[in-house]
């Protein structure tokens, strides 16, 4: 499973673009790139998904160089709600290999 | 729509005791099902999965074991706590399809003493 190397925080201001980037120098050619986010004492929720190139949805969009040795998880306008942990996971889906492994996160604070 | 359910929200369990977690899923059939820990202000470690009834996979030798048995139902066990077995516990469960990621539960928080 490749490895993640993600900022461990980060400070940002309401109505500001956040971009928190993620290092998978070892990601394989199945490997798919996932964002999660996480609130204290929550579980994770699953944010985006992506193999390459750019994907956005209503929360955010995550952009994927060719080479797919990092990701970047944008976060437009972010309010102080938005203040958690984000996790950014690479691995495979399907069958029995189909389990992902979580790395210390990167604790993004929103201050007013 | 799909849910999951984790009990119970807390719980406070003497050094030796025994332990038992519950994880369903409803609103969806052969789900894939994890077991997560996490310490206090660290990430998630993956303990147990399984992709099937009867199918458990151990991704860290330790005090805990883990049971599917039905196909929506999974349970986390210990005979005998330690003090090290406190934490944050969260199951979840996938389809295995792409786009749709992990599906958490509330997690429980095991406090051993």
């Known amino acids: 499973l490749a490895k993640t190397t993600q900022p461990i925080s980060m400070d940002s201001y309401e109505g500001q673009e956040v971009n928190i980037t993620c290092s998978h120098n070892n990601i394989a050619t199945n490997d798919y790139i996932t964002w999660y986010q996480q609130f204290p004492s929550q579980g994770p929720r699953f944010i985006i998904q992506?193999?390459?190139t750019k994907v956005t949805n209503e929360v955010a969009s995550l952009f994927i160089p060719a080479d797919r040795k990092s990701s970047t998880l944008s976060l437009p306008r972010v309010s102080l709600s938005d203040t958690a942990v984000y996790y950014c996971l690479v691995g495979r889906y399907g069958g029995a290999t189909n389990k992902l492994i979580f790395g210390t996160g990167t604790l993004l604070a929103v201050q007013p | 729509s799909q849910t999951i359910h984790q009990w119970p929200a807390t719980l406070v369990q003497p050094v030796g005791s025994p332990l038992s977690l519950e994880c369903t899923v409803e609103?969806?059939?052969?789900?894939?099902l994890y077991w997560y820990r996490q310490a206090a202000g660290r990430g998630l470690q993956l303990l147990f999965y399984?992709?099937?009834?009867?199918?458990i996979s151990s991704e860290v030798p330790q005090n805990l074991s883990a049971s599917r048995p039905q196909d929506r139902q999974f349970i986390l066990s210990s005979k005998k706590l330690l003090l090290s077995d406190s934490g944050f516990y969260l199951c979840a469960w996938s389809t295995g399809k792409l786009g749709y990621g992990y599906t958490f539960g509330s997690g429980t928080r095991l406090t051993v003493v």
């Open positions: 609103g969806t059939s052969n789900p894939n």
């Open positions: 399984s992709v099937g009834i009867g199918q």
């Open positions: 992506g193999y390459k």
